[in-house]
């Protein structure tokens, strides 16, 4: 059975950093395009970051410069590196393994909060 496990969202204040985990269990990390994602309250899930298969990583233009994504296939385990955080990047943060055309996999969702 295929799980992602995501780990380390929390709260933080406006300026912190904080670092995402996502564990892949069932699948072979390496083949798959994976991505963060996050859903604040009463908006749509949007892409935050994603690292295609082959390919370089992509940002949205909201968290450039500030947010870094990476994998390590050896571990299958992927990051998301959250720096200069703002009160607006509070949100359930999703990662997201796909392959082709296949259905997606999605973690279960950490919440990351920026609040003073």
């Known amino acids: 059975q295929v799980q992602l496990v995501e780990s380390g969202g929390g709260l933080v204040q406006p300026g912190g950093s904080l670092r995402l985990s996502c564990a892949a269990v069932?699948?072979?990390?390496?083949?798959?395009?994976v991505g963060w994602y996050r859903q604040a309250p009463g908006k749509e899930r949007e892409l935050v970051a994603r690292?295609?298969?082959?390919?370089?990583?992509m940002y949205a233009d909201f968290v450039k410069g500030r947010f870094t994504i990476s994998r390590d296939n050896a571990k299958n385990t992927m990051y998301l590196q959250m720096n200069s955080l703002k009160p607006e990047d509070t949100a359930i943060y999703y990662c997201?393994?796909?392959?082709?055309?296949?259905?997606?996999?999605w973690g279960q969702g950490t919440q990351v909060t920026v609040s003073s």
């Open positions: 069932g699948i072979i990390f390496s083949v798959y395009d």
């Open positions: 997201n393994a796909q392959r082709g055309g296949l259905p997606p996999y």
């Open positions: 690292i295609p298969i082959p390919g370089t990583a």
